[in-house]
Antibody, heavy 122, light 108 residues
């Protein structure tokens, strides 16, 4: 089965750090862009970051630039999100997803993991 | 950044109804538009990619259309399991991607 599984969420104080992980299986991980999407409690989906298959390109939503770092280890089929200087507004469920790209046509997210909850609170 | 405006934010419908949701991009995104379904407590699920292509295994009552800035998502005949929140998302060739605000489909 093609799947991605997140871990690493938890309770952290404002200003603190947390590292999320996502392990992929069932597909050729090293050939796909990967992405993180988050969802604040009771709110909609927010795209957070994405990384090219070889790690050479990374893009972030403005609200996390300079605080979050997306990375990957293709030898371990793993994706990471290092979150620093965390704020209360970073609270939410963080989803990892595979990006499927049809060049010149579109890119889409499938599958998604079950998510990992990050709570930033004192 | 490209903004995605989805409407309505919520709607009430009955089983068997035809449901239509629209998504408008702040600039042309060609066909770089996807639709996802999310049920409470669950991860989002891909339904439609590239504006009108049905994901494998997704029932044919779901469909999408549009290009450029205006897109439409339709459920031809609503079933009980379709009550959920639906999101559009652009993946245009810009660094950042965005989702629409979501449309919650509720039971009338």
């Amino acid at each position: 089965d093609v799947q991605v599984v997140e871990s690493g969420g938890g309770l952290v104080q404002p200003g603190g750090s947390l590292r999320l992980s996502c392990v992929a299986s069932g597909f050729m991980y090293s050939t796909h862009w990967m992405t993180w999407v988050r969802q604040a409690p009771g709110k909609g989906l927010e795209w957070v970051a994405r990384i090219k298959h070889d790690g050479s390109e990374k893009y972030y939503v403005d609200s996390v630039k300079g605080r979050f770092i997306i990375s990957r280890d293709n030898a371990k089929n793993s994706l990471y999100l290092q979150m620093n200087s965390l704020r209360a507004e970073d609270t939410g469920i963080y989803y990892c997803a595979r990006v499927i790209t049809m060049i010149g046509i579109c890119s889409w997210l499938d599958p998604w993991g079950q998510g990992t909850l990050v709570t930033v609170s004192s | 950044d490209i903004q995605m405006t989805q409407s309505p934010s919520s709607l009430s419908a009955s089983v068997g109804d035809r449901v239509t949701i629209t998504c408008r991009a702040s600039q042309s995104i060609s066909g770089y538009l996807n639709w996802y379904q999310q049920k409470p407590g669950k991860a989002p699920k891909l339904l439609i990619y590239a504006a009108s292509s049905l994901q494998t295994g997704v029932p044919s009552r779901f469909s999408g259309s549009g290009s450029g800035t205006d897109f439409t998502f339709t459920i031809s005949s609503l079933k009980p399991e379709d009550f959920a929140t639906y999101y559009c998302q652009h993946s245009y060739t810009t660094p950042t991607w965005t989702f629409g605000q979501g449309t919650k489909v509720e039971i009338k």
